[in-house]
């Protein structure tokens, strides 16, 4: 038996070197594997697209600096002289660009390119620079060419030169050479960038939801009050190039992990967020400094109007990017602007334009607003100016009427506000054991321990920000807050007849706390009757429409902050979100006031630090807090009461 082994591995070496030296020449028929064949990987793979309605196509578009820019072109198949629509985003234009891999154009696209598909445009998408396909750094809301940024790009450069390049017809011979931008959240942000310096070519833009001002009250703060609730994107977005995973928080509840963590600062050294230069950049610059300010897209705006028609979208519940397009269309307006910059308040969650709109929570709406929106304001302005459609007349602002449920259109907007407007904003008492009107009250004050320790929550514990209530969390039901000893909450008598508010609220508090910082929350609620036959869940429903938070420190100045004096009072005046709503005859008027709204905004540790972000447990203090109401100091909250009848500045 070993002699036949030797003799076999023998005739084995011997025969090697000629085995060696063959190629297979096909593969065994039966479609078994060959030894020495090549891979199953080809070197090129091409599935066939006979088949599709559209041609894709990616492309490294340069920029003036060399850095190239990925760039996804989809356009329908043979067409000419057809228009472009760009999207540039942090986001991944791949994905972005394919909702499905289907061989109609209309599938592949987000549901909210379907006007733009069934109209035959090219859709265009591109990674900003340093985000997925593209080259060159990623800087979060990168700074125009400036002070920030002594570069000699940015969003506004790349926005000229992406849209010089699809209109060159050489690049893209299918276009007319017209370009329209849309986007929304950090989408918007770059639309809003190439408005600036606007391409020729570029002529008409949609920012939906945009990052305007990040301190002010888009993502990162709101007068100053740090949003909790983004700190994971920044581990996600600038801790890859790519796709990227946030932290764990450890368990379910979110209220108790960032609550036992203790500072935003603690939270991110703890994850290795403080690693991240946009974090490190954020705890240098707590306050509305320069770093800010040299970022505010509305001030740029009106410092610079562009003469492209622009579409501003805004949610009226937006949970994120509740303030930037509404202020730029304010500030454009203020400069002049309204012929030819629009704007839109829907009752949407952030983003959601760009899917249904039929609801929001437990609210049912007129129809689907969000494709109102896109296929009866976006696509008849877009199409007058890319395809030479019908003009178009939009008003000066259409806002969904959020107590009779349909859309506004008025000739002029707001209806009511401090300074410039037909009707000035009328105080609300806040009054006596939880009462409010529009009469002054009576002096007195009402007192609440608020507690770094017991923080009020935005949501019904236990809170998660994946368990699906973050989109709804501004249209959840407060009575859930209400009776908290934390909480103070007035209401008006039952309305007997209809009342109307159309603009902004202002808070307009006058308080005292034991401690030497603080935050005050504010909400404007309408509360339904108490019994709904209809649906009976509903009955007491309070619908807050209008909230928003302001660190005390800020109360002189948002870029001068100083330590509270303790047991003294002072004056809280701060802007809350606008409102188009009809509190209806059998519902009340009610604002509640408390000091935290956790975690989706950081807790103040009440006692004074240079800081919040680096405050130590230790800091952390209650606080008791005292409302004064009445009198020549009475706190209020200025509403944008009007005539219920607004024909005449209406279009129908």
Not at 69 to 96: D, E, F, Q, S, W
Not at 246 to 263: C, H, I, K, L, M
Not at 358 to 368: H, R
Not at 613 to 632: C, H, M, N, P, W
Request: net charge neutral; with cysteine.
């Amino acid at each position: 038996m070993l002699r036949l082994l030797a003799t076999v591995s023998a005739a084995a070496l011997i025969l090697s070197p000629a085995l060696a030296q063959q190629e297979p020449s096909s593969k065994p028929k039966d479609g078994t594997a060959q030894a020495g064949a090549p891979g199953d990987i080809p070197q090129k793979f091409t599935p066939p697209t006979a088949g599709q309605d559209y041609t894709k196509r990616v492309v490294m578009v340069p920029m003036r600096d060399g850095t190239k820019l990925y760039t996804v072109i989809v356009a329908p198949k043979g067409a000419t002289n057809a228009p472009i629509v760009l999207t540039r985003t942090p986001y991944n234009a791949a994905g972005r660009a394919e909702r499905a891999d289907s061989p109609s154009m209309l599938a592949t696209l987000p549901l909210a390119d379907e006007i733009f598909v069934k109209n035959g445009y090219i859709r265009v998408y591109q990674d900003v620079r340093g985000k997925y396909g593209s080259e060159g750094d990623y800087v979060v809301t990168r700074p125009v060419i400036g002070p920030l940024n002594r570069t000699n790009v940015d969003h506004v450069t790349d926005a000229y030169d992406t849209i010089a390049w699809l209109v060159n017809k050489a690049n893209l011979p299918e276009s007319n050479g017209r370009v329209g931008m849309i986007g929304s959240s950090y989408e918007g942000f770059t639309v809003v960038n190439a408005l600036l310096n606007p391409h020729p070519a570029l002529k008409v833009a949609a920012p939906e939801s945009p990052m305007i001002d990040g301190w002010m009250g888009d993502d990162w703060f709101h007068y100053g009050a740090f949003r909790l609730a983004n700190i994971a994107w920044l581990g996600s977005q600038t801790g890859y190039k790519g796709p990227g995973e946030a932290p764990p928080t450890g368990g379910w509840d979110d209220y108790d992990n960032f609550r036992e963590v203790g500072s935003a600062g603690e939270w991110a050294r703890r994850s290795g967020y403080d690693q991240l230069p946009f974090w490190q950049r954020m705890v240098a610059h707590p306050s509305y400094d320069a770093f800010w300010q040299g970022q505010a897209l509305d001030k740029m705006l009106a410092a610079n109007p562009s003469n492209v028609p622009t579409i501003w979208e805004q949610g009226l519940w937006d949970q994120e990017d509740m303030y930037g397009a509404i202020t730029s269309w304010e500030a454009l307006k203020a400069k002049g602007k309204t012929g030819n910059n629009f704007l839109v308040m829907g009752p949407w969650r952030h983003s959601q334009i760009n899917r249904v709109g039929y609801e929001l929570g437990p609210f049912k709406w007129n129809g689907d607003t969000a494709a109102q929106f896109r296929e009866q304001m976006v696509l008849p302005l877009f199409n007058q100016y890319l395809k030479d459609g019908p003009a178009v007349t939009l008003p000066a602002a259409t806002i969904y009427n959020t107590g009779e449920n349909h859309w506004d259109r008025f000739t002029t907007w707001p209806l009511a506000c401090q300074t410039g407007c037909a009707s000035p904003l009328i105080p609300f008492f806040l009054g006596a054991e939880g009462t409010a009107g529009f009469d002054r009250q009576q002096s007195g004050a009402d007192s609440y321990v608020s507690d770094p320790a017991k923080p009020v929550p935005h949501l019904p514990r236990p809170v998660n920000f994946e368990d699906g209530r973050w989109g709804d969390y501004l249209v959840q039901d407060q009575r859930f807050a209400d009776g908290r000893p934390d909480v103070l909450t007035y209401s008006s008598t039952v309305l007997t007849q209809a009342t109307r508010v159309s603009g902004a609220p202002i808070a307009d508090l006058f308080a005292r706390t034991t401690g030497t910082d603080g935050d005050f929350v504010v909400k404007v609620i309408d509360q339904f009757p108490a019994e709904n036959a209809t649906d009976p869940k509903m009955g007491g429903y309070q619908l807050a429409i209008s909230m928003d938070i302001f660190r005390g420190r800020y109360r002189n100045g948002v870029s001068t902050p100083s330590a509270i004096p303790a047991n003294k009072v002072q004056e809280y005046k701060f802007r809350l979100p606008t409102v188009n709503h009809v509190f209806q005859p059998g519902h009340r008027i009610v604002v509640q006031v408390q000091s935290s709204l956790f975690p989706v905004y950081d807790r103040n540790p009440q006692r004074y630090v240079p800081n919040i972000f680096l405050a130590k447990k230790s800091d952390y203090q209650k606080a008791t807090v005292t409302i004064e109401r009445g009198g020549t100091n009475g706190s209020r909250v200025w509403l944008p009461v009007v005539p219920v009848d607004q024909s005449a500045v209406m279009v129908r």
